[in-house]
């Protein structure tokens, strides 16, 4: 019998005061795709993508104004591959 590939599920994590801190995919727990993290008053404050659970390409940090502050290309670790 083939073996059935886990589909990606929606994830939400919220600050204490209920606001949402960080929403993206996982495959059995482990994040996949695209996500994105949000300081409490909802600007975004990072977002990347995952492969196989560890950042890959290129992640981008936002100011507080919501504003492009910097990114970051993640490099594969030693052992892995691209």
Known sequence: MPTRKASPRDHIEYHKDGSV???GQTVNGVPTGY???????????????????????DWTTYDKKGQVY????MKPKPGKAS
């Open 21 to 23: 801190w960080a929403r």
């Open 35 to 57: 996500w994105e993290w949000f300081r409490l008053d909802g600007t975004r404050m990072r977002a990347g993508y995952f492969e196989n659970g560890e950042q890959a390409g």
């Open 70 to 73: 910097k990114v970051t290309r």
